[in-house]
């Protein structure tokens, strides 16, 4: 604990010299606004609580399993909160209010597009994960194969993951910052780094949940809310969406388009391969499979995700809410302004939802929902720095270097280090990716977990015939081509690097990349005549005995 | 697991009606949450005229909204249902094999 103690303080005297540096005032920056002290209060608060819980959890995490899945003791009701706040990122809370803000109908695509991936999770892989895993999803994917080449694969694809997860969280958090506390864009990504570490190395698994269950708790609050008091003000009291949509359309620019689709979904090709990414894509992302671990047994697993789709579905409908609000409150009010930024408004569309509360709630709804949004991006950030680190400590480490020989504890250092490298990582990101929309980062994110992680696992839990080989041509091609096609397409290729018309057509590639993929498992396992190939086949037998019953699984044996 | 063991749980009847009840369960509903959401997309991916008619008579409320939010309270439900069938069948399928293998 005397580490501990060094640092907390120094941590406290950046958040207070932090404030006090934007206190002194704007240094000359247009789109910086003035210092919001409700906000930072409340922020204090928030980052004190965690840092108590923090501590609280330090003391409670000694083995590997505290650390990586906090002892297995979560419930399934806290489960479902912790993902729903994992799932409802800074990225998607502002990401997809401003879609609505700025195109209508188009969010929503986006929002049930993301949804209906949960009752797939439920049916196919949350309950298996739980009777076959252990700390990662790379667990299952190694079970029955050969263990190095199989944890690279999975560890590679998950790191990739988690990292362009991660650059969608740190631009939310210094867009909000700058906007929001007047502080320098490069001091606020530090202070995010440096807690998510402190979160994350000290009170592991256990301070990672419950800092996400308290921030989910709290942005659905404040997103119920900004999200009702915004239909009250927008539908002029009669809190009739109706009414609302009516206000929306005469003050929209694209009037009465925004009710119906846009040009998100250009073509049916193109409707099914942005299915394919944001349906498959929730199931292969490492920081969500790894909630599966922290529950006691597979009916506890089951309940999470049964929460945490009510949770979620629950907020999407706000972020509608909110978006149509915004387009009525906003719009051409002068406090909000800024003819420079995307849709007009303060801080481009991504600033839509946290405009919004001050529209309905004044500085004070805006102190809290800035903090609340702030607190997203700690506890996401905290949630893909674990599961990154443990990739590499659990996977990488243990696994792959050490060949399953290594002692607990220094697996867990490992773990640590990897926590700090990974801190330091999401800074230099954060300042590097600075100008991008986050909701298509984050999409982009979507299609290489659906084409890399998803399909291996998947069918390692249910392909009784693939082998090694066939898994790792399956799973590095949709890898790469994922990676590849996402590069040379419309986003990527034209809109950030400005080459041009694009290479490959699709927004979303998962339909070609996930085909590639299966294909991939399916032609390299059934040409694989090896001996181990014949091991791999007789090994399943006994793997789905336990996937289907749970005997045997990892902390099942108190029944 | 040890070989017996498996061998015990895999002679068991009970296992084999847990195994097919439940696989077919599961991916029955799987396939309907799949065809509920390509309908929808597809929808709007062939025909946006439709989707953004109003949904009555001087309302500028569009059928797509109704039934995206649908879609979403529909997924819902579908966790819903199979948590009720796993708690009343699979789950008493399940502890009555491993009363009987263990």
């Known amino acids: ?559 | 697991m040890q070989d017996d063991l498996v061998h015990k749980i895999k002679s068991n009847p009970k296992y084999h009606e847990l195994v097919s009840k439940r696989n077919s369960f599961k991916w029955i509903m799987a396939v309907i949450m799949l065809v509920v959401y390509y309908a929808f997309i597809l929808t709007i991916a062939f025909d946006k005229e439709f989707m953004a008619q109003p949904l009555s008579a001087g309302s500028v409320t569009t059928i797509g909204i109704p039934l995206g939010i649908a879609v979403i309270v529909f997924a819902f439900v579908l966790t819903g249902i199979y948590i009720q069938r796993a708690n009343a069948v699979f789950d008493r399928l399940n502890r009555e094999i491993k009363e009987e293998v263990l």
């Not at chain 1, 923090?54 to 409670?60: D, L, N």
């Not at chain 1, 009702?228 to 009516?246: I, R, V």
């Not at chain 1, 671990?293 to 009916?299: L, P």
Request: aromatic residues 10%; neutral net charge; proline residues 3%.
């Open chain 1, 1 to 559: 604990m005397s580490v501990w103690k060094r640092v907390l303080p120094t941590v406290l005297l950046m958040l207070i010299t932090g404030s006090a540096l934007a206190a002194g005032g704007d240094v000359g920056q247009v789109q910086k606004q003035a210092v919001n002290i409700p906000a930072i209060i409340m922020f204090l608060v928030f980052v004190a609580a965690t840092l108590g819980i923090t501590y609280w959890a330090a003391q409670r995490t000694k083995t590997a399993k505290d650390f990586y899945a906090a002892g297995g003791g979560i419930t399934g009701f806290q489960n479902g909160l912790a993902i729903a706040g994992d799932y409802m990122s800074a990225a998607s809370f502002l990401g997809i209010s401003g879609l609505v803000f700025l195109n209508g109908y188009d969010g929503l695509i986006y929002s049930v597009g993301w949804l209906v991936g949960w009752p797939i999770i439920m049916f196919l892989i949350a309950e298996q994960l739980r009777n076959l895993g252990k700390y990662t999803y790379a667990d299952i994917v190694a079970y029955r194969f050969e263990r190095v080449p199989m944890r690279t694969l999975a560890a590679t694809a998950a790191l990739i993951v988690v990292i362009l997860y991660l650059i969608g969280q740190m631009v939310g958090a210094g867009k909000l910052i700058q906007l929001l506390f007047g502080l320098d864009y490069v001091y606020a990504v530090i202070i995010v780094g440096v807690l998510i570490v402190m979160y994350v190395t000290f009170g592991g698994m256990l301070a990672t949940t419950w800092v996400q269950i308290i921030k989910a708790g709290l942005l659905l609050t404040g997103a119920t809310v900004i999200a009702f008091g915004a239909l009250y003000l927008a539908s002029d009291g009669s809190m009739s969406p109706e009414k609302m949509f009516q206000n929306a359309i005469a003050k929209h620019p694209k009037g009465e388009a925004i009710m119906g689709p846009g040009t998100l979904v250009t073509s049916p090709i193109e409707a099914i391969s942005l299915g394919l990414a944001l349906m498959f894509g929730t199931a292969g992302l490492p920081h969500i499979l790894m909630r599966f671990f922290t529950v006691g047994n597979a009916i506890e697993a089951r309940k999470s995700v049964f929460y945490a789709t009510g949770w979620i579905g629950y907020f999407y409908i706000l972020t509608f809410l909110m978006g149509f609000g915004a387009i009525v409150l906003l719009t051409g009010n002068p406090e909000f302004a800024d003819a420079a930024a995307t849709g007009g408004i303060r801080g481009g569309q991504n600033m839509a939802a946290v405009n919004l509360a001050a529209a309905v709630g004044g500085n004070l709804l805006l102190g809290f929902i800035s903090a609340v949004a702030f607190a997203t991006i700690l506890a996401v950030v905290s949630g893909l720095t674990l599961a990154g680190a443990s990739a590499i400590s659990h996977d990488l480490y243990a696994n792959v270097f050490a060949h399953g020989n290594v002692d607990e504890q220094q697996e867990v250092r490992v773990s640590k280090i990897a926590t700090i490298v990974l801190g330091i990582i999401a800074i230099l990101l954060g300042i590097a990716f600075e100008k991008q929309n986050v909701a298509y980062l984050v999409a982009l994110t979507f299609s290489v977990a659906a084409s890399a992680n998803f399909p291996i696992l998947l069918m390692s839990i249910y392909y009784g015939k693939m082998t090694t080989r066939g898994a790792l041509i399956g799973g590095w091609l949709g890898l790469i081509s994922a990676s590849v096609l996402v590069f040379v397409g419309p986003t990527v290729w034209t809109q950030i690097l400005g080459m041009g018309d694009p290479i490959f057509p699709l927004k979303f590639p998962a339909l070609v990349s996930m085909t590639i993929a299966f294909l991939g498992i399916w032609i390299g396992s059934a040409t694989d005549n090896s001996e181990r190939a014949k091991k791999e086949h007789e090994a399943f037998i006994a793997q789905d005995v336990r996937c289907q019953t749970g005997i045997g699984a990892e902390g099942a044996s108190s029944h």
